[in-house]
């Protein structure tokens, strides 16, 4: 089954910019849905972004529509998660996770394959 690798995270300010890569072992990614989850220390998972395998249809957490923007690169086997304008509140360790789901999913549950995570910081 793939197995997803996170990286690009850092320590940045408030406003800039920072872009997460997801590679994948295994399988190409392009047979799944992918999605991109955040976790901040004491609070549950959350939806960030999520791209199908069937049509490559974005869909967005409210919180970061217009901010971030997940993409492919089918030759790279690897998607990007693009976040601008950035704020403290996006501090988290990004977690990248497979589908076999063909539909637009949120919940953790639907998602099958995790990575390990890669931490952002954003601080003034």
């Known amino acids: 089954q793939v ?9 940045v300010q408030p406003g800039d910019s920072l872009r997460l890569s997801c590679a994948a072992s295994g399988h190409t990614l392009r047979s799944y849905g992918v999605g991109w989850f955040r976790q901040a220390p004491g609070k549950e998972r959350e939806f960030v972004a999520g791209s199908t395998w069937s049509e490559n249809k974005a869909h967005y957490a409210d919180t ?10 089918n030759a790279k ?9 950035l704020k403290p509140d996006g501090t988290a360790v990004y977690y990248c996770a497979a589908t076999l789901s ?5 919940e953790t549950e639907m998602y099958h394959c995790w ?10």
């Open 3 to 11: 197995q997803p690798v996170e990286s690009g995270g850092g320590l």
């Open 64 to 73: 970061v529509l217009g901010r971030f923007t997940i993409s492919r690169d």
């Open 77 to 85: 086997n690897t998607v990007y998660l693009q976040m601008d304008s």
């Open 102 to 106: 063909i539909v637009p999913v949120a």
């Open 115 to 124: 990575g390990q995570g890669t931490q952002a910081t954003v601080t003034s």
